[in-house]
């Protein structure tokens, strides 16, 4: 680990080794008050991950994203494909709230609430220190040759992997169909559901070999928002940061030294021991430092062991420890805090003004008007009807126009919850009533009793002979 203070860190990523190959990774197991409420917040996270599913609101899901049906359920409430603009809208604001929160508290996300985070450090790391202890005893244990114990360990730690793996993609997957279709294909015959056996064994496959072999490659090579931080991070970012002002120089610390010349870092390498992405902190913010907190806690306990002040690494921005500088709120956080509070504003607007049944009208394309008996002239118009409640509607419609009559040409108006449905929709009017070649009108649209909206369209004529 002590090759890392060399600035090779500047020329290399800290998991790849002199000749470009992967270095496997065994950080040391964290401890401190950090970790501690890290733990702390992970075990709900996860009761919130696996428990939402099973949460019901009159018999219907809390929360569902079934893609495949397009049928989706947010908070209990029914979203339809229409309802898309609100899923872009609600996507733009949650990035630009990611950014504005990168901007100014760095990944904290990445070190406490990451879903990668919290299953590989709080979940897969906990259980392999549990069976392949520390990190000394993993690196011995690698380099030993197979033996029973070894092939024992092994089989047992990476069984334990595969059935959280599969926990999670049944969860995940319990998201998508709700959990009543999950239990129903569990209890049936796997015979019948071959092919989704297939795909949930490979989603399971794919969980494994990312928590027990991908790792922290995840976050350092794969995920979009790691690769964005150089561009969102600046010098007032808080970020995990090493007080080198106050470190530096670093140096072993002799016993029962009373005139200490160096920095307050006694170049222990703890901070580096525990680090999941095998980085020092103390070459300062770096691609690979998911924020997660272990070499705070691992360096807090140095301090009181050497009775130094803690916090020799901390939340910090850089200007804090540089300058001295205490939080500026720049021009760059201004902007995107107007444009946050625009967009929450507009997501607010269209949400309260959001109808659970949608109707749509449009002149069928292509047909003009149709002379009809007893002096009267036809249209005839597609209506899209979208039904985002969870009860089966009978919708008809209604003129307050006495010359205008209203008929349903194909089947009727029921339709079943959370569906859409289309439907003809001839609309008559009497030529003596009609002003001109295209007059507007508006027709009222009934549930049951209840008037639900009003939709306007253009009623074609010809031309009236004088
Ligand atoms: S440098 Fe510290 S905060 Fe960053 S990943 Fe390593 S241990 Fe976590
Ligand atoms: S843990 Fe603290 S004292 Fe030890 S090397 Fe890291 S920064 Fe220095």
Redesign the pocket.
């Known amino acids: 680990m002590k090759e890392q203070t060399a600035d090779i860190y500047r020329d290399r990523i800290s998991i790849l080794n002199d000749k470009g190959k992967r270095k496997w990774i065994y950080p040391k197991k964290p401890s401190g008050k950090f970790y501690r409420l890290r733990t702390i917040l992970s075990w709900f996270l996860l009761l919130v991950l696996f428990g939402l599913p099973w949460i019901k609101t009159d018999g219907h899901p809390f929360i569902l994203f079934n893609i495949l049906e397009r049928q989706f359920i947010i908070f209990g409430k029914a979203f339809g494909p229409q309802d898309f603009y609100l899923i872009v809208i609600f996507a733009i604001t949650a990035i630009v709230f990611l950014i504005l929160f990168t901007i100014i508290y760095g990944r904290i996300f990445c070190?406490w609430i990451c879903p990668q985070t919290i299953f590989l450090e709080m979940v897969f790391r906990k259980i392999e220190y549990l069976i392949d202890g520390d990190a000394n005893k993993q690196k011995s244990l690698s380099k030993q040759q197979l033996n029973a114990a070894k092939l024992f360990k092994r089989i047992l730690k990476y069984s334990i992997f595969f059935v959280i793996s599969f926990v999670i993609a049944n969860t995940f997957l319990s998201y998508i169909i709700g959990t009543d279709e999950l239990i129903r294909i569990i209890t049936d015959n796997p015979a019948n559901h071959i092919s989704g056996l297939i795909a949930i064994t490979g989603f399971s496959t794919a969980y494994f070999l990312v928590f027990s072999l991908v790792r922290e490659q995840v976050c350092i090579l794969a995920c979009p928002y790691g690769r964005l931080q150089g561009v969102l991070l600046d010098k007032n970012s808080i970020v995990?940061s090493y007080d080198f002002e106050r470190g530096e120089p670093r140096g072993h610390i002799k016993r029962g030294e009373t005139n200490r010349t160096d920095g307050d870092c006694v170049d222990c390498f703890q901070?580096v021991d525990?680090?999941?992405?095998g980085?020092d902190?103390r070459n300062g913010t770096q691609l690979?430092?998911?924020?997660?907190?272990?070499?705070i806690d691992a360096c807090n306990n140095i301090m009181d062991k050497v009775g130094f002040e803690k916090n020799l690494i901390k939340y910090a921005s850089y200007n804090q420890i540089k300058e001295k500088k205490p939080f500026r709120f720049t021009a760059r956080i201004a902007g995107y805090t107007g444009v946050l509070i625009i967009l929450i504003g507009l997501l607010t607007i269209l949400l309260v003004n959001r109808k659970d049944i949608n109707v749509n009208i449009l002149r069928t394309p292509g047909m003009f008007f149709q002379e009809m008996p007893e002096n009267k002239i036809a249209n005839i118009y597609d209506v899209k009807i979208y039904n985002k409640t969870f009860d089966e509607q009978n919708i008809f419609f209604k003129s307050e126009d006495g010359t205008i009559e209203l008929k349903i040409l194909s089947g009727d108006g029921i339709i079943s919850p959370m569906s859409h449905k289309d439907i003809k929709l001839m609309i008559s009017k009497n030529k003596d009533a009609i002003k001109s070649t295209s007059d507007k009108i508006e027709i009222k649209v009934l549930s049951g009793n209840e008037e639900i909206d009003e939709i306007s369209t253009t009623f074609m004529a010809p031309i009236k002979k004088q």
């Open positions: 070190g995990i901070c525990v680090c999941p992405t980085i902190i690979e430092c998911i924020n997660c907190t272990a070499c």
